[in-house]
């Protein structure tokens, strides 16, 4: 199999963003998830809303919605998207314990919402540990990973079994 060109380097080795230019727009959805794991007692202040920061499910969501939209401030190559939706859930889950958060990200655009579902979630996550490291200081993001993607020129795309998280 022969090996794919890298689309992100230049002819002297250089980082370039790609030329999208003459790329179509097409509608575009992106998907991705992560966990945040904790301590059975952080778990508990965050389900009874008993941590100094506040509220933190909602305060996450938020946060994760605003990363989405800032996504090409933070990673270099990543081209700057006008984003028609933008969907995070953090929802507690006493099994793990800690929290699993999922987006959803949509625009009509020339290239996709992976970075910016990804982003979402990883800030989510971020601000979940944030507001309730004072309940613990040991909590673990995990898993963050694209769950599907549809539009443009790859189609649908979903993450195989096998390498999920």
Request: with cysteine; charged share 30%.
């Amino acid at each position: 199999m022969k090996a794919k060109k890298l689309t992100h380097v230049g002819p002297g080795g250089e980082a370039r963003m790609v030329d999208v230019s003459d790329k179509p727009v097409s509608s575009r959805e992106a998907r991705a998830r992560g966990v945040v794991r904790m301590s059975a007692q952080a778990f508990e202040a965050i389900r009874l809303g008993n941590l100094p920061k506040g509220e933190v499910l909602a305060t996450a969501r938020i946060a994760g919605i605003q990363a989405a939209k800032r996504a090409s401030d933070l990673i270099p190559m990543c081209h700057p998207l006008i984003l028609t939706l933008i969907d995070v859930d953090c929802v507690p889950d006493s099994g793990l314990p800690g929290i699993r958060i999922e987006a959803r990200v949509r625009c009509d655009a020339k290239t996709g919402a992976e970075m910016e579902a990804l982003t979402a979630v990883a800030v989510a996550a971020l601000t979940v540990v944030d507001m309730a490291k004072s309940a613990d200081r040991w909590m673990t993001i995990e898993g963050v990973e694209l769950v599907e993607k549809r539009g443009g020129k790859s189609g649908e795309l979903r993450r195989p079994a096998s390498l999920r998280s």
